[in-house]
């Protein structure tokens, strides 16, 4: 299909991991790319990866993704209040566009 | 601190009011977006300018027009202002790195 896809709520408990899940569109994307917006915030990027990686870490947030099956997943490790937000998925399209997914509202419960 | 400037965090217009809404990026950036955002909905492209005095259109510009006179500005407007124009907006801009979209801070735009 077209879209970028994404669950769009999770709730996790502060102190577990947090694992965020997106289907892609397309396998020509270079790049793949995780926003987080805080609420009334625009949105700021988090991490990518590059499409000739599999996986990439950066402190307490862990990037894997799957070309063959254009699966991408954010994992945050203990997760915590501050990281309640809406996180986007989004891939790379030619040289300047971008396609969103719906975003996901990941809720963290003390 | 590279920033994108939108002029106003929330704004509150009337049915019919012609509305403009400002996004200033210090990037030198080509490429610039209008998005707005709804529950549910994720983020829709309204239109994007690949440099000054160039538009295209997005998925939804219906009620909507644009202006690029400067690389740092892209405005968007309302011709005609309707409750269904009621939402978050978002203006992005992207230069030649791998870093993706800069964002604005977004205007949450209230059509009574």
């Known amino acids: 299909g077209e879209d970028v896809e994404q669950s769009l709520f999770l709730s996790v408990r502060e102190g577990d991991s947090s694992v965020i899940n997106c289907t892609y569109t397309d396998s020509s994307s270079t790049y793949l790319y995780w926003y987080k917006q805080e609420p009334g915030a625009g949105l700021q990027l988090l991490t990518y990866i590059f499409s000739n990686m599999d996986m990439k870490q950066d402190q307490r947030l862990t990037v894997l993704l799957n070309k063959k099956d254009k699966h991408l997943s954010l994992r945050i490790a203990d997760t915590q209040t501050g990281d309640s937000a809406i996180y986007f998925c989004?891939?790379?399209?030619?040289?300047?566009?971008?396609?969103f997914g719906a975003g996901t509202r990941l809720t963290v419960k003390p | 601190d590279v920033k994108v400037t939108q002029s106003s965090r929330y704004l509150v217009k009337r049915t019919g009011e012609k509305v403009f809404l400002e996004c200033v990026q210090d990037?030198?950036?080509?490429?610039m977006f209008w998005y707005r955002q709804d529950p549910g909905l994720g983020l829709r492209l309204i239109y994007f300018?690949?440099?000054?005095?160039?538009?295209e259109k997005g998925d939804i510009p219906e009620g909507y027009s644009v202006s690029r006179e400067k690389k740092e500005r892209f405005s968007l407007i309302l011709e005609s202002a309707s409750t269904n124009q009621t939402s978050m907006y978002l203006c992005?801009?992207?230069?030649?790195?791998?870093?993706?979209?800069?964002f604005g801070s977004g205007t949450r735009l209230t059509v009574v």
């Open positions: 992005a801009s992207r230069g030649s790195s791998v870093r993706g979209y800069t």
């Open positions: 990037m030198d950036h080509e490429n």
């Open positions: 989004a891939e790379s399209i030619g040289s300047n566009d971008m396609r």
């Open positions: 300018s690949y440099d000054v005095k160039m538009k």
